[in-house]
Every structure is written in C-alpha cells, then in structure tokens.
C-alpha cells in the first residue's frame, strides 16, 4: 500500500503541474485577447521544458536519474512502435464500440462544450488542437509512467491498471461512477501497451490522436460521438436489440479479438527488439502462447 500510495501521489502532483498552467492560460486567453490564441506558444514553451525536466534535465542533479526512470520515456525499435500503434489503434476503436454498446444498455451522462459564443474560430480551434498533446504528454507522463511503473513493478499490470484508471477518472473533474469502467478501459489500453513497449512514447501518440479526434468531433456536433443525441435508440431492456445493436456488438468482438492478436506480437517484437536485449532486467515475457506477463 506505500508503494501504490506513493506513486499515486507522485503520478497526481506531476498531472497537476503539468495541466494547472495550461488551464490558466487558456481561461486567460478566453477572457483576455481572445481573438489571438496567445496562449499556444507559451503554454507549448512550458510543456517542452516540463517534460525536459521529467526527463532528467535541469537541478537537481540528484534527482535526474530517478526522474528520468519514471518517466519511463524510452526510445523504440521502430517495428516495435509499429505494433504500439496498431495495438493502441485498435484498443481505441474498440473501446468507441464498447461506448455505442453500452449506450444501448446504460444512459450515459451528455458531454457538451461550455458556451464558446463571442469567442473567435481561430482561437477555439486553436485552444481545442493543441489541448490534445498537452493531455496526451502530461497524463500519460503522470499516470503511465510515474504513477503506473513502481505499481505494475510491487503488484502487477492489473493492479497497476485499475489503480491508474480510477485516478484517471478521479481527475477528470466530469467523472461520475457509471464512467468507471471507460476510464478503467483506457488505462488498460494505454497501460498495456506501455507495459509490453515498455516506454509512454506510443501511449502519448495514442493518447494525443485519440484526443484531437474527440475534441474536433465535440466542437463539430456540439456533444460526444457515442451519446444517444447522436444515435437515437431506446435501450435494449425497453425496446429489443435491433440490428444496429447486435452490428455494434459483434464489431467490438471482432475488433477487441484483433487488439489482442496485435500485443501478443508486440509483446514478441519488444522481447526481440536490441533495446529489451540490453536492457538490465526483462521487462516482457511470453510465458506460453496467449500468456504475456510485464514487469
């Protein structure tokens, strides 16, 4: 429990000092010259030198070490990035389909933009874009890295995961109980693919990408691309799985079958890879077929 306390406080704090800035600057810019996104290069100004410093540079120097292993930024092979990709691709395309499935099932709350009116395009496009890589650099340097790694290390991947995804949720200041199980899944994806590439580098790219298409698609449509104003359908317990249900839900098995075929050969190229070969300990393992074990 020290260890999973530890890394939870640790993971926390750096996705405060890494988001607090940016929420400022942004809230400013919105008030303040808002016909100019004046905000985007300072805040990408301070993202560079914040994820510098978690990479070990700048004082203190006693520190670097430490801070650099629990970033846990490290460079890939470029197959074992590929597999990366495709993994946390199909993950993510998976895990839309299992929100399609599960808004037949549940209600979902709405998830809708604050009022923009009076704001100009360029800097609500603007702010919403680069909001993507901010996310995608901050969270997955807080949770994958220096919350997930001394976890996954004590108590395993699992642990590690449904600990990151209730902190995920817990920082997303819109989170309600029935969204357990989605942030939960996010952590799976990104932790997984983490885990077996042993580096955050494909997760932030995942993380980033995933984030542009949700923002661009909330500001488009004016709500979430899985939300029942977007599908109208009664729930199934009321009015019967049609055909668009039964579609979803095959899709997902289908698609989740493939996410699975993807990290079992990503957790074989990284064993191969002459990164995992020089490395001080094993960090993925193929136990038997089908069995893979991180750590």
């Known amino acids: 429990m020290g260890v999973i306390a530890r890394a939870v406080f640790v993971g926390m704090l750096v996705m405060i000092a890494g988001t607090m800035p940016r929420n ?50 490290n460079r890939l092979p470029g197959r074992v990035w590929a597999w990366a990709l495709v993994a946390g691709g199909l993950g993510i395309a998976a895990l839309v389909l299992a929100l399609r499935v599960a808004n037949r099932l549940v209600v979902l709350p709405e998830q ?62 819109d989170f309600t109980p029935i969204l357990w199980p989605y942030y939960v899944a996010v952590a799976a994806i990104y932790g997984t693919v983490t885990c077996l590439a042993d580096s955050i580098l494909p997760a932030v790219v995942l993380h980033t990408a995933g984030n542009l298409y949700s923002n661009l698609d909330l500001w488009l449509h004016g709500s979430a691309e899985w939300q029942a104003s977007r599908h109208p359908a009664a729930l199934v317990w009321d009015a019967g799985a049609d055909a668009s249900f039964w579609l979803a839900l095959v899709a997902l098995l289908f698609v989740a079958a493939l996410m699975v075929g993807a990290c079992l050969e990503l957790a074989r190229v990284a064993r191969g890879s002459p990164a995992a070969g020089n490395a001080s300990e094993a960090v993925v393992a193929v136990q038997r077929p089908g069995e893979i074990r991180c750590g």
Do not use: C, K
């Open 24 to 73: 400022l600057l942004f809230a400013a810019n919105l008030r303040y010259f808002a016909g100019v996104p004046w905000a985007v290069p300072l805040t990408a100004v301070y993202l560079w030198l914040f994820w510098r410093w978690l990479d070990g540079a700048g004082p203190p120097e006693e520190t670097a070490a430490a801070r650099r292993e629990g970033l846990r930024a």
């Open 112 to 173: 809708r933009l604050p009022d923009l009116s009076g704001i100009p395009t360029v800097t609500v496009v603007s702010l919403l874009l680069f909001a993507a890589p901010v996310a995608g650099v901050v969270e997955e340097a807080a949770f994958r890295g220096y919350m997930q790694r001394p976890i996954e290390r004590r108590s395993g991947l699992p642990v590690a995961i449904l600990v990151t995804g209730t902190m995920f949720a817990v920082a997303h200041l």
